[in-house]
């Protein structure tokens, strides 16, 4: 009988549920602590045995060292802080950059290199969004960027983990 682990992005908390049968390894439970509340599957800690090889082709951040890559992100989490994000001054925002196209190395586009430099130089950022895409456009400097913004976000607290094991068959509807 398999324990999985879900994690409520909502509350910041990992849950163990007991499944009895298989037929509910696909199976995506509603969270404890409240209905609306979004649930994610997540790989046990203890469950992974070895280094297993993961898909790295479309993350800028792959092969870069966990403890360089953890005070990377706390360095970035103190900029992120600074940051005026109604009226960003485009030096700070281009510092902000930099040190994270310093960390994608040869994986940064020619664009975001070029947008980070007249940042620096202290051009308006909103003419530079125009020129080069929103950040919702998907373009590749901005998925990136996005990307980072998103690890620093999950990087500013540990998840809180629920110390009861569930019935996993109480919590999924069919």
């Not at 209905?35 to 479309?58: N, P, Q």
């Not at 951040?61 to 360089?68: M, P, R, T, V, Y």
């Not at 802080?81 to 510092?95: A, F, I, K, S, T």
């Amino acid at each position: 009988m398999p324990i999985y682990e879900f994690y409520c992005p909502d509350n910041n908390k990992l849950y163990s549920f007991l499944a009895r049968s298989l037929s509910m390894k696909d199976k995506l439970p509603r969270c404890p602590d409240g209905e609306g509340l979004r649930m994610e599957r997540r790989v046990s800690r203890f469950a992974v045995i070895g280094k297993a090889k993961e898909d790295t082709a479309d993350d800028p951040f792959a092969g870069i060292d966990e403890s360089k890559m953890d005070a990377f992100m706390a360095e970035m989490e103190r900029d992120m802080g600074g940051l005026d994000e109604e009226n960003p001054d485009p030096r700070q925002l281009g510092h902000f950059m930099r040190k994270m196209t310093d960390v994608m190395g040869d994986k940064t586009p020619p664009e975001l290199r070029e947008m980070v430099r007249r940042l620096e130089a202290g051009e308006d950022p909103e003419k530079l969004e125009e020129q080069f895409g929103g950040m919702d456009e998907g373009e590749a400097g901005d998925a990136m960027f996005s990307q980072l913004v998103a690890r620093v976000k999950a990087s500013r607290k540990e998840p809180v983990r629920d110390p009861k094991l569930y019935e996993m068959r109480d919590f999924v509807t069919d």
